[in-house]
């Protein structure tokens, strides 16, 4: 008996434990974003005295996070319609059609699975610029480099493999009457995609929206490399605080501009989160 | 003879586009990591000169990229090994155990993976910091005497610790839940039986459960390999930038360094080559180690 107590101990001791280790620095940051500048020098343990808002205020007017919010925004849209688009009739096609060279297809998205962006961010920047030089010398502009919309174009193609990789075990598994029925009543190819399998689809397509968007909104390598200008992204403008707030001490600024980055995953997740870890299980790593 | 026509123009609209983006963004860039790295290419100018391996000979003898492969090496061991034995013990506790609130702690739990590193790096520079951070004060409450800060990110002999710290803190939640989708299909007349019989919970753990999900614990070794070089290089990045002093360089920073702040493309390319090669050699011996005949029940 004492020893099953002391089992139950030790469960609830390390729950606690990991628990806490999680929530106080996460917690910790909400506090500090609404603390007055003269607070960070007293212990950090103080709750804050009241709910200085003038931080988000600064921090969307002095370090620009609006217009980078903005910016990730737009980016986060339109590299998951981009994505959707190219990788939701590929996927089907690959998982219910035969044709010439789909294996070695399926083998290159496979492998594209364990290619990771951040060794090629190199060679994709250097592609770029080479582009940019060519165009600037042809036609005097420069295109691809500071260009969310390319950035996007990037980002999608990253989020190719795992993509296919997932929605194509998803259609997989969709019996093929729906299509025969659709067959004899007379829809085309395109149409039976579209208006019947798609939608069949659907709960695999959210979990792949709900993946990408996090790591799209949370990318911060791509864009600091490809947008080296002004046009910055909210994680990338959140870097640039941190590190001008070691010199400058603006810390609640820099607290603020960290919510901001985060509250909308938060807030996703929250909404969605046994939709996300039953997601990760779907997607073929159970074994 | 319409219909199949019709067909493969269908089969090829659609599969086009992906295979189009792909290799212009992903094959390319990746193959040309290997072509790159054998030449010598100073920068932004067009001068690029074909030097064979020299540049791999020069990496092999430049202490600095050799010490941030060992940090490198270092992460991907300790950060495994720590967040495998955790995420494993709460996966077990979570499904074995009937707790209250069990929904909320695995809600709580799987918050890192949705955070940026990003915003985990500047979390942890709080954490972390020197005079006013969140470990140095409460360590201050029990050496109220002659207590010096202690300096996470600015020991050059601690600083890597703390950047494992980060990592697992980030990764924990993750491999949990991974494990406890494989642990709940685990038939609960094993553990059933097993109490019958007297086996404790620990052993329990180590003959049943472990066992049983064999297969799903080594391929997350692989994820870790790949996603250690990766996050140890943006967390490097964001908290330290390898500092100081280069103690905690890691390979894909040091690669990152060469071609940005040296400009030396083709030298910061042959480190992308062996690092490519060092993760797959890595996940093949690591795969055939870990080969054990699949159990089933």
């Known amino acids: ?287 | 003879m319409r219909k199949s026509k019709q067909k493969s123009l269908f089969t090829f609209i659609c599969v086009a586009p992906s295979v189009i983006l792909f290799t212009i963004f992903m094959l390319i860039p990746t193959i040309n990591i290997f072509w790159m790295s054998l030449l010598k290419w100073g920068g932004l100018s067009a001068n690029k000169k074909f030097v064979g391996l020299s540049n791999f000979i020069k990496l092999f003898s430049d202490l600095n990229f050799i010490r941030s492969l060992q940090n490198t090496l270092f992460l991907i061991v300790i950060v495994t090994l720590v967040t495998i034995s955790f995420a494993l013990v709460f996966a077990a506790i979570l499904t074995r155990e009937k707790l209250k609130g069990q929904n909320i702690l695995r809600i709580v739990f799987y918050i890192p993976n949705i955070l940026s590193v990003v915003v985990i790096s500047a979390i942890f520079s709080a954490v972390y910091d020197p005079s006013n951070g969140l470990l140095n004060t409460i360590v201050g409450l029990f050496q109220p005497e002659n207590w010096k800060t202690i300096k996470f990110l600015g020991n050059p002999d601690i600083v890597v610790y703390s950047i494992a710290g980060a990592m697992i803190w980030q990764a924990i939640g993750y491999y949990m839940v991974m494990y406890m989708a494989s642990m709940s299909s685990i038939s609960i007349h094993l553990y059933e039986a097993a109490d019958l019989e007297g086996a404790s919970k620990i052993k329990q753990f180590f003959d049943i459960t472990l066992p049983l999900i064999w297969t799903n614990i080594r391929t997350t070794l692989t994820f870790f390999v790949i996603s250690s070089i990766n996050l140890s290089f943006l967390f490097v990045k964001v908290m330290t930038t390898g500092g100081p002093d280069g103690a905690s360089e890691t390979v894909l920073s040091y690669l990152y360094k060469q071609a940005y702040d040296n400009a030396s493309y083709g030298y910061g390319m042959a480190i992308g080559a062996v690092v490519f090669v060092v993760s797959f050699l890595l996940s093949a011996v690591i795969n055939h180690v870990t080969k054990r005949d699949v159990i089933q029940f």
């Open chain 1, 1 to 287: 008996m004492k020893k099953i107590n002391l089992y139950k101990v030790f469960v609830y001791v390390a729950l606690f434990s990991l628990f806490i280790s999680i929530i106080i620095p996460v917690a910790w940051v909400f506090m500090a974003s609404i603390k007055e500048n003269a607070e960070f020098y007293t212990s950090p343990w103080n709750l804050p005295k009241g709910f200085y808002f003038q931080n988000f205020i600064n921090a969307f007017e002095k370090a620009k996070m609006g217009e980078y919010f903005l910016n990730s925004v737009i980016l986060t849209g339109l590299s998951l319609i981009i994505l959707l688009v190219v990788s939701v009739p590929a996927a089907y096609v690959l998982a219910r059609y035969e044709f010439k060279f789909k294996k070695l297809i399926n083998i290159l998205y496979m492998a594209g699975l364990f290619i990771n962006v951040n060794y090629i961010v190199v060679p994709i920047f250097l592609m770029l610029l080479n582009w940019d030089n060519i165009l600037y010398k042809y036609l005097n502009v420069e295109f691809f480099l500071n260009n969310i919309f390319v950035l996007a174009i990037i980002y999608a193609a990253t989020g190719i493999p795992f993509t296919i990789y997932l929605l194509q075990s998803y259609f997989k598994t969709i019996s093929k009457s729906y299509e025969d029925a659709a067959c004899i009543d007379g829809c085309d190819y395109f149409q039976t995609m579209i208006k019947i399998m798609i939608p069949l689809a659907k709960p695999s397509i959210i979990t792949v929206i709900l993946f990408n968007f996090l790591a799209f909104w949370n990318e911060y390598i791509i864009a600091l490399t490809m947008l080296p200008n002004s046009n910055k992204t909210l994680p990338v403008g959140v870097v640039n605080l941190y590190q001008a707030s070691r010199g400058k001490a603006e810390y609640g600024m820099l607290y603020a501009g960290l919510v901001i980055v985060m509250l909308p995953t938060l807030i996703l997740y929250i909404l969605v989160q046994r939709k996300l870890t039953e997601g990760m299980t779907v997607g073929g790593i159970k074994d």
